[in-house]
């Protein structure tokens, strides 16, 4: 029988509501969240870990990295077969692609969590495990990288991204839909995930701003990160990657400044694109030496990039990180 190791690491699936605040707050250990997962003894043998309790706002890139050297930790060892981590689930996109990006393994991570506490009427968490536990002993998840399984749903961690902020299908593919699913405890595949890039990062000592454009924005924020110290910045331009002609100044002072800028759109769907020549408009931006990063929510490109600068890559380096095999070179 194949062996699983779980890794706890906070969010609601750990959470029950709290009677003097009538609100959530984490409570449940791995072994009493396990403790409903009743069967799954049949499919696989569970090893149980804890990382963190932490709701996952709370989470950051340092912590990202220490759960990702725990995770590799793992990986590493002969006897484990896939890995389960769960996570809070508003960041959980997030740390699901910095572990894609940063873990070297074939075997399957998979990354879960739940929409309901454990004092709701609908807890999800024991059934996001125990179909992430049949993802995780599945061969057919053999080297497909970090995938994320809620409702019965498989995405690329890649490519996810929490659409909904109370729904249990809240994780959601935009522009491809998913990976695969779990049927029947059956997991089953529709299409191959993208090709994921590996850095490796020593530290999360450098920063990456992220700044979403509104109607009329200039460079105050691009300032402002600049002045602070960031090291990178993730535009979410708008449409296929424009931004106001007032916004230029302040992307002109970061390329200056060897600032890497990502544009990606504010748009839920879509890929950027140099399909604009104004002032500000897409053409103009990655003449000026703006790096575009197709589809990628701004949250999932600031951790590639973070991941990127934090493993020292060069400017060219992170063009082709971002842009290789998608955009034509200059
Ligand atoms: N706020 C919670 C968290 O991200 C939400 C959840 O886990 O679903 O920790």
Redesign the pocket.
């Known amino acids: 029988m194949k062996k699983v190791a779980v890794v706890f690491n ?4 750990s ?1 029950k509501v709290d009677e003097r605040l009538q609100a ?1 707050v984490p409570s449940l250990s791995g072994e009493d969240i396990m403790s409903l997962v009743t069967g799954v003894e049949d499919y696989a043998k569970v090893e149980n870990h804890t990382f963190s309790s ?5 989470v950051t890139p340092k912590l990202m990295l220490e759960l990702s050297k725990f995770v590799q930790d793992l990986a590493n060892r002969e006897d484990i077969d896939g890995i389960v981590v769960t ?6 996109e997030e740390t699901a692609y910095f572990l894609d990006l940063t873990t070297n393994t074939k075997k399957p991570i998979v990354v879960t ?3 309901r506490s454990s004092s709701e009427l609908g807890y999800d968490g024991p059934f996001n495990l125990a179909t992430s536990i049949c993802t995780a002993i599945s061969d057919e998840a053999y080297g497909r990288g970090v995938l994320v399984c809620f409702n019965g749903e498989l995405n690329d961690s890649i490519e996810v991204t929490k659409a909904n902020s109370m729904a249990l299908n ?1 994780f959601r593919t935009p522009n491809f839909g998913p990976i695969g699913v779990v049927d029947n405890n059956n997991v089953i595949f529709y299409r191959k995930g993208k090709k994921g890039v590996k850095l490796n990062p020593k530290n999360m000592d450098k920063d990456v701003a992220l700044i979403k454009c509104v109607s009329g924005m200039g460079s105050e924020f691009i300032d402002f990160s600049l002045d602070k110290g960031y090291k990178g910045l993730v535009i979410e331009a708008m449409g296929r990657g424009n931004v106001h002609q007032t916004m230029v100044k302040g992307i002109e002072r970061a390329i200056k400044e060897d600032i890497h800028v990502i544009i990606v759109s504010r748009c839920f769907e879509g890929r950027v694109f140099e399909s604009y020549g104004y002032e500000g408009g897409g053409k103009h931006l990655r003449n000026m030496g703006c790096i575009f990063g197709d589809t990628m929510p701004g949250q999932k490109a600031r951790i590639k990039l973070l991941a990127a600068i934090n493993s020292g890559k060069t400017v060219e380096e992170i063009r082709g990180i971002f842009e290789e095999g998608l955009y034509a070179n200059h």
């Not at 906070?10 to 699936?13: D, K, L, N, S, V």
């Not at 932490?54 to 709370?58: A, G, K, R, V, W």
């Not at 996570?87 to 959980?92: A, I, M, V, Y």
């Open positions: 906070g969010g609601t699936i959470m959530a932490l709701p996952s706002p709370h996570h809070g689930t508003d960041t959980l969590g739940a929409m809240a």
